[in-house]
């Protein structure tokens, strides 16, 4: 009976182990497509060229 027991566990690491690289293997590349999307902002404009000098 413990050897079963050791053999139940084994094999249910054995898939849980399988499953996070298969998580990791589908989760990582929309994640990637999303940061990108995210990272490519529009440059700010510089108030200062915008903003009439008002010296005089």
Known sequence: MLKGLIICFAVLFA???VLH???AR???VP???R???VTNN???K??????PS???
């Open 42 to 44: 529009t440059p700010l």
């Open 15 to 17: 898939q849980l182990a």
């Open 21 to 23: 690289v298969i998580d």
């Open 35 to 37: 940061q990108t999307a």
């Open 46 to 51: 510089d108030d200062e060229e915008d903003v």
């Open 26 to 28: 589908l989760y990582n």
């Open 54 to 56: 008002q010296a005089g």
């Open 31 to 33: 994640q990637d497509a």
